[in-house]
């Protein structure tokens, strides 16, 4: 099976594993014990058929898209004025 691998950048692991019958989502967390004792970590996988892989993948396109149009509208807002600023002085 084929490993596409994603670590996050709150340190949790997605990994995707495939072949040409199979998909397998894996999700991955591991907190050291001399880190902190009462944190869990866990490794649990799910298979997926295509169509569920593929309306999975809607489906986070769907939350992700306006967090990101709103993200960059927000960028956009913010430089523009900051220029607007910069040009009053």
Partial sequence: MKCQPRTLGSGEQVLLYSNTSQIVLQLRR???????????????????????????????????????????????SHSTNSVDVFKEE
């Fill in 30 to 76: 591991q907190v050291p014990t001399e880190e902190d004792l009462l944190e869990p970590s866990f490794k649990v996988a799910v298979s997926l058929t295509a169509l569920e892989a593929a309306q999975l993948a809607r489906d986070l396109l769907g939350v992700a898209l306006p967090q990101l149009q709103a993200s960059i509208t927000g960028e956009i």
